[in-house]
Structures are given as C-alpha cells and as structure tokens.
C-alpha cells in the first residue's frame, strides 16, 4: 500500500456497524474456529483469534473482583461491550491504529467467540478469587493472557487500552 492510500483509508470514515457478515467472508478463507493470523480481513472475523485472549482476561478480572454483582449482571456488561465495539464511533477509534486499519467490526460468530471467551475467563477468575494465594495466581493469570496474543499478534489488552485511551484523548483535546 503507498503511503497516500494508506492516509487515505486512515482518514476514511467507517460509516458501518460490525456483524455485517456471519463468518469470515475474505475469499478462500477455511472458516476456521481458530484464527492466528489477525490481518488480511481475517481479524475479528473468526470464531476465535488471539484477541480472544483479551476478552478471557476482561472475563478473570471481573470474576476476580466483580463475581458479587451475579454472572448475569456480568454477563450483561461484555455483551454492552460488544454491542459498543461493533458501533461505527469504536470501529473507527479501532481504525485509527495502523493495526486496526483493516477492522470493519466483528462478524456475528466472533461475537459469539468473544463471549464464550469472557464466560471461560469469568469461571477461571471466580476459580482463583476462592484458592491460597489468589493475587499471586491472579497475576500469573493475566501475565500469561497478556504474553499469548503479543507473541501471537504483536498486541494484547494492555497495548489496546492504550492506543483507545490515546485516540479518544487525541479527538477530545
Ligand atoms: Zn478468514
């Protein structure tokens, strides 16, 4: 891509919300499940995919700290989460990254994928809030859902909060 086309889809408004498509549709694409490859219209698209790794972590610090509030009322947050990542407004914060240039929101069964990611996560933080020296297995948690998708993708949930928080201060300011 030359550098001008590439100002040109960084500026390009993302007018559409996620879900457009129920599955991967890049052309000859398996449909896999799984997904390691986050690029080439792939990311976000798949069932499971390294992000899904960041979505478990969101699940283990809610079932850590948050499990009081019921599974139901966290539950409800994520999916308040993916119905506000799948609108244009976080679409394009999402785009304003060189990383997140090719993301047009998540297909409907990555969706799905990112719950069933949370909800696993949720079980494992309730799991460790209850043992012997949960902080410590707390952290071992998390630094392992942090060091997958970085060595997977180059990113993770640390990076992305970052460069959300970046974007959002930067069009506010
Ligand atoms: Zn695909």
């Known amino acids: 891509m030359t550098v001008s086309n590439e100002r040109n889809k960084r500026t390009e408004r993302h007018e559409r919300w996620g879900w457009q498509h129920n599955q991967c549709s890049v052309d000859g694409c398996d449909r896999s499940v799984w997904k390691t490859d986050t690029k080439h219209g792939h990311g976000s698209q798949h ?91 707390l952290f071992a948690v998390l630094a392992i859902l942090e060091s997958i998708p970085f060595m997977l993708m180059r990113d993770n949930s640390v990076l992305l909060a970052f460069k959300v928080l970046k974007t959002i201060v930067a069009r506010i300011g």
Not at 58 to 70: A, D, E, N, R, T
Not at 73 to 79: F, G, P, R, V
Not at 115 to 124: D, Q
């Open 47 to 137: 069932m499971f995919d390294p992000y899904s790794f960041c979505h478990m972590e969101v699940g283990v610090m809610q079932g850590f700290f948050l499990s009081h509030i019921g599974y139901k009322a966290n539950i409800s947050t994520h999916c308040m989460w993916e119905f506000v990542e799948n609108t244009p407004w976080m679409i394009n914060i999402f785009r304003d990254d060189p990383r997140g240039l090719e993301y047009t929101g998540d297909s409907a069964i990555n969706s799905v994928g990112d719950l069933i990611s949370f909800y696993i996560g949720f079980i494992i933080g309730v799991t460790i809030s209850k043992s012997n020296g949960r902080y410590v297995r």
